[in-house]
């Protein structure tokens, strides 16, 4: 049995049902479950690991819903800066085909740092181009290999441009073959138990990449083996005027077609809908994985989160891939999503920010319009867990997984914030963890990343990265 022991958080932050935020608190955990939660002296006095939180705040990991871990490889190209998504995605097709294994597993390692290191344990991938040899396979070891809590698609485009797809036919696959090998890798690496390290999830990629009937296809796999199903949907006017001009639906009403309803169903992005949408998707128990900072460097427009979460919709933040927001830090995009949802409402006059400016700040129809920094940390934590349909993860209580962070309060960049030390984490410049915890085991150890030679993996994926980049322009 292997032991933690988490002591002396300045305050903890549970994100439990009741949201408590503990002051001096500790945590105990056996093999990666929470087995007590209070102050030190009611709990055991060591175990085989110790971390002293003296000076800091305590977090429950959290749980980035939508990634591309293989675009950390094309960060930054220049010619695709200025791009929004389809000439973005024109740009970059051809180079994702040509990443290696040995690219893959650098650029994996190198996303889930970023990660860790701003406080994420769980993390979505939404691989979806496999060639030159590259495999779902290669991902999954390569999470296995850093330590993080992994949820892995077998992504798939099928729908090539002379079939009316938006990808070039040379970047696109079999259907049979990628349903034939969707079901090996559930079969090798699901696991659907409490706690588990690694789930597949079947993610066709959009509606423009896929058919029909590989998407009916796959709702019907992901059903039989009881696994999450993923795509892109509403994410631009451009995927909007495909679905119309292609099938006469909208992008949401042609997913009710061909069997996407449910609650096992999320959608990156989901950016847009209309209102009746919006009750729809609540109705459907369809998820939203809400990535602001992507949407906003592709210009793809701003996802209404306040209607969402005041509908019932579960939602979620995604970093998306580092391509597109060409970084893979969470707490970036908790602070990114509380501020964008103000935009959003600044937006939209008579509802704007002065419609209840005369009411106190908890008043319930005030508290409708705001965006509050509590509720940024909950769509990345809690949310981020339904919307993967975990119980499991998203809070810190007795049973769940021991998957935490902590940020140090006594820094340059909080001073005169500690009125609040819970919202200062988001009201303030980004910080990144001083401790990360995954499954009970240390990532993140005052500031570095232990499990692997980080610097060896940069330098090798920096080589890749440029060797790509220059075969491609």
């Known amino acids: 049995m292997k032991t933690l022991l988490a002591k002396n958080a300045e305050i903890l932050v549970t994100m439990d049902g009741e949201r408590r935020e503990l002051k001096n608190a500790s945590l105990y955990a056996e093999d990666g479950i929470i087995k007590q939660i209070g102050p030190v002296s009611a709990l055991p006095p060591t175990a085989d690991t110790v971390l002293d939180l003296t000076g800091q705040i305590l977090i429950p990991g959290f749980v980035n819903c939508h990634h591309h871990l293989n675009q950390t490889l094309t960060r930054n190209l220049p010619n695709s800066q200025n791009n929004n998504l389809f000439p973005w995605l024109r740009s970059q097709y051809r180079i994702w085909a040509a990443t290696t294994p040995e690219a893959s597993r650098t650029s994996v390692i190198v996303g889930l740092a970023e990660l860790a290191l701003s406080g994420c344990t769980t993390v979505f991938d939404h691989s979806y181009i496999f060639k030159n040899g590259n495999t779902v396979d290669v991902l999954i070891e390569a999470a296995r290999e850093f330590g993080s809590r ?3 698609s077998r992504g798939a485009m099928s729908l090539g441009e002379s079939k009316g797809g938006l990808p070039p036919d040379d970047c696109v ?3 049979s073959f990628i349903l034939k090998d969707t079901q090996r890798a559930i079969e090798a690496y699901h696991d659907p138990q409490p706690g588990a390290m690694t789930r597949v999830v079947v ?3 959009s509606p423009f990449s896929v058919s029909a009937s590989l998407l009916k ?5 992901a059903r039989h083996y009881r696994v999450g199903l993923h795509t892109h949907l509403c994410e631009t006017f451009d995927e909007e005027r495909y679905t119309l001009n292609n099938f006469a639906m909208r992008p949401l009403e042609w997913m009710e077609t061909v069997d996407w309803l449910g609650e096992d169903v999320w959608f990156g992005h989901a950016i847009h809908v209309l209102d009746e949408e919006i009750q729809q998707l609540a109705r459907c128990g369809w998820g939203v994985a809400h990535c602001p900072s992507s949407n906003m460097r592709l210009a793809s427009g701003i996802a209404p989160i306040k209607k969402y979460l005041a509908a019932g919709v579960k939602v979620g933040l995604g ?5 597109s927001n060409d970084s893979s830090n969470m707490m970036l995009e908790v602070r990114t999503a509380f501020l ?6 600044g937006l939209l006059p008579p509802e704007g ?4 400016m005369h009411l106190s700040p908890s008043h319930p129809k005030r508290a409708a319009e705001w965006m509050t920094a509590r509720e940024a940390l909950e769509l990345a934590t809690l949310g981020g867990a339904r919307v993967l349909g975990r119980d499991d993860i998203g809070s810190l209580a007795v049973g769940k997984c021991a998957d935490f962070f902590s940020i140090n309060l006594n820094t340059v960049d909080f001073a005169g914030a500690l009125h609040d030390p819970v919202a200062a984490t988001v009201f303030c410049a980004p910080q990144k963890a001083h401790y990360t915890v995954i499954n009970g085991r240390v990532i993140v150890d005052q500031g570095r990343v232990v499990t692997l030679d980080l610097g060896k993996i940069v330098e090798e994926h920096n080589k890749l990265s440029l060797k790509l980049a220059n075969a491609a322009l």
């Open 150 to 152: 992994f949820h892995c």
């Open 173 to 175: 696959e079999d259907e």
């Open 203 to 205: 993610g066709p990629c």
């Open 217 to 221: 296809e796959s709702a019907a796999l």
């Open 319 to 323: 970093v998306d891939g580092s391509a």
């Open 340 to 345: 964008l949802a103000r935009v959003k409402m």
């Open 353 to 356: 920010p002065e419609k209840y």
